[in-house]
């Protein structure tokens, strides 16, 4: 078979490379404090009281819960970054193989306000569920928690009876629920094992009821115990919620491997087209120095496909039109897949017509799609609008929103305005989406949208007759353009669960295909029709 092999114009004696490099190192800097913070957990002297108690940490459970040297692919390891809350949310999930199957792991923290649960780690831990299902992944809660954060119960009580609901479709599809309880599990927590197919309860330390003993004895006058009220070995012998009773934790973890093995789980999609896959013919370490330190500066896309897709091979769709949008086929770690990337960050009514094929092309073949996101949106501008921009976009999006071959998304710059959406942004439900540390992402820039503004105003004043203040003019336009350019990081919106996580450039190809291994735990399907195309 002919194939065509990529070639490289980077050059590593260039100025820019060397100043893109340095950015690009700083940002990384900046996230690894960052993961220094959630590795933390709720602090030394936390920490020490936990393992003060014969306990393990959470990220223990899950290295002892995994194959041995098999990877764990975190998820949104910076969630609540930038907020009131610690940064992790208190709780770790991430995806990793027990027994060989590809499962979800979600780890409450204990150290973190005895794990208790807040808005950020219901988000982390709905994003995970909603993975679990998109996937079909068996889905492993690893549970101590205290409990709802009750300061912030307003915001946590309504949409945290969706978790529950999440394990019982995941049950439903026949994605197994497995729940190891370590601790307490009080409340609604307790629905957490209550609603898993199977449940596994640590001797001495599992306390599982509705409402504890001071609750009960305020509400009935009844005077009871832990142990008797909800712990493992009476829930073992007596209320039948415990499926297994484990001597201690590690016996815990050792029975959930033992659930895993017995589950008989099988992948449904395609096995990797070539199960050792040629690596990128060119050095991953260049990744560092291809994004741009200037977002206004494009880059080329095929620089980095070059460096993550299998011997640097890709065949690329229509490379004479629309060449702003790189559209194209290749394999990862042996999986096929349809890869549509930014070039030149505006996307034309030429692009936008050619990524809808390529995307009804993608479903026609069964072909999981790849979008590598550097754009800053659709053109503007009355010539553009008179040739029909707004369909041509719109042509795109409803592509994008009604493909059913699974997404992976990853911004490797910029993500403005429409492009983020018809580059398959979080709100059109990608199976994953990563992040750059370079990367930012908001309406518009903060330039352009400052000024907007600033046009407004002024028009605004003219309109009344009044003077405009040109100095105040001035403080506003600063202030925006600070307020957006921090709102807009990828630390900022990875805080707050916009992405999965962000990812250093070198490890692109890994987690990709750690991401293409677990969607192909599930069928592989194109979708059969597309609506009503605007032509």
Known sequence: MRVTVMETSVDPRNPSYLENRSAMLERLHEYEDALDDARAGGGDKYVSRHHARGKLLPRER????????????????????GTDFPVGASVVSGIGVIEGVECVIIANDPTVRGGAINPYALKKTQR????????????????ESGGADLPTQAEIFIPGGGVFRDLTRLSAAGIPTISVVFGNATAGGAYVPGMSDYTIMV??????????????????GEITDDESLGGAAMHAGTSGLADYLAEDERDGLRLARQVVSRLNWRKLGPRPRNPQPAPPKLDTEDLLAIASADQRTPFDPRE??????????????????????VTGWGELHGYPVGVLANARGVLFSAESQK????????????????FLQNTTGYMVGAEYEQR???KHGALMINAVSNSRVPHIT???????????????GRAYEPRFLFTWPNAKSAVMGPTQLAGVLSIVARQAAEAKGQHYDEDSDQAMRMMVEQQIESQSTALFLSGRLYDDGIIDPRDTR???????????????????????FRM
């Open 62 to 81: 899950i290295e002892l819960l995994l194959d041995q040297d098999a990877p764990f692919l975190e998820l949104s390891p910076t969630a609540a970054w």
């Open 128 to 143: 995970a569920g909603e993975i679990a299902l998109a996937n079909r992944l068996p889905l492993v809660n690893l549970v």
């Open 203 to 220: 001797r001495h330390q599992a306390k599982v009821f509705l409402a504890g003993p001071p609750l009960v004895r305020m509400a009935t």
């Open 304 to 325: 980095v496909l070059a460096r993550i897709l299998d011997g640097s091979e890709f065949d690329e769709f229509k490379p004479g039109y629309g060449a702003a949008l």
């Open 355 to 370: 990524a809808a094929q390529f995307i009804q092309l993608a479903n026609a073949t069964d072909t999981p799609l790849l």
């Open 388 to 390: 029909g921009i707004i």
């Open 410 to 424: 990853v911004n490797l710059g910029a993500s403005y305005g429409a492009g983020n959406y018809g580059m398959c």
């Open 510 to 532: 890994t987690v990709l295909g750690l991401c293409l291994s677990a969607i192909h735990n599930g069928p592989i399907k194109g979708a059969e029709g597309f609506g009503v």
